[in-house]
């Protein structure tokens, strides 16, 4: 049995950069794309506009070898066009969408290469591929771990909800979601179905943006590259979609070998 519920949810960890990616670095979003028509969920006509949350500005690096202490997998000196990129760009300013990685092949928002065409770590196919260097995702008034969970609470009360959700990882039935109680604040894992990751609009106004960062070396269609990012934010509005366990009901009749 499924329950569609609206909550109030915390994104952290693993879950909170797939927010990130899955709804900024794609083809047609920070990363330009060319295309014979306009696609669905293409951000081209966003330019200068407010795409996400005012407190978050998106940067990308090339030549920044680590960060506190961890080595990042999108360090590179020159692209597979043989460009040399700017070390930092800057792609969302306070929310604002300023501009979008791209290669050599022109795009009607994205006419020049900011040296971003990336080889796929692949001998199969060693093609070149619009990719991010590493990707900051920086957050200016965030708040600590206590502090978070606070305002997830207050965001739950303010909506009249008895439960926000904790999600710590997003992979379908794999998730990692907990129920938190509004009163008490205790949390309990609970069963889920076929989570996904929040879309854009969701990021638009967050209710809490942690101050801590985490950093993900990450692989996306066989290119090196990084991210860095607030460890937790806090979403508005999310659908659960919980599952319950079918319980059976025992048999009138014992089987024979069972008598």
Do not use: W
């Not at 990308?60 to 999108?74: H, I, M, R």
């Not at 739950?156 to 604040?185: C, F, M, T």
């Amino acid at each position: 049995m499924r329950n569609i519920t609206r909550v109030q949810c915390s994104s952290r960890g693993g879950a909170a950069s797939r927010l990130f990616t899955d709804n900024l670095l794609s083809p047609g979003r920070l990363l330009a794309l060319r295309t014979m028509a306009p696609a669905r969920g293409m951000l081209d006509e966003q330019l200068g506009r407010r795409i996400i949350d005012s407190r978050l500005t998106v940067k990308n690096y090339t030549t920044l070898a680590e960060y506190n202490g961890t080595p990042l997998f999108g360090c590179y000196e020159i692209d597979g066009d043989g460009v040399v990129p700017a070390a930092e760009l800057t792609l969302v300013e306070n929310g604002v969408f300023k501009r979008m990685l791209n290669g050599r092949v022109p795009t009607l928002k994205a006419p020049e290469s900011t040296g971003s065409a990336r080889f796929m770590i692949s001998p199969d196919n060693p093609m070149a591929i619009v990719s991010p260097g590493t990707i900051h995702v920086q957050a200016s008034k965030g708040v600590g771990p206590e502090k978070l969970k606070k305002a997830l609470l207050k965001a739950a009360k303010e909506a009249d909800l008895e439960y926000a959700y904790i999600v710590r990882r997003i992979g379908g039935e794999a998730s990692a979601v907990y129920k938190v109680n509004v009163k008490d604040g205790k949390e309990i894992r609970v069963r889920v179905n076929n989570l996904s990751a929040p879309e854009l609009t969701k990021l638009m106004d967050l209710k809490g943006i942690s101050s801590d960062e985490r950093v993900m070396n990450y692989f996306p269609n066989g290119v090196p590259a990084s991210l860095i990012y607030p460890s937790a934010i806090i979403v508005g509005d999310v659908e659960i979609n919980r599952t319950t366990p079918k319980i059976e009901e025992e048999p009138v009749l014992k089987h024979p070998l069972q008598r």
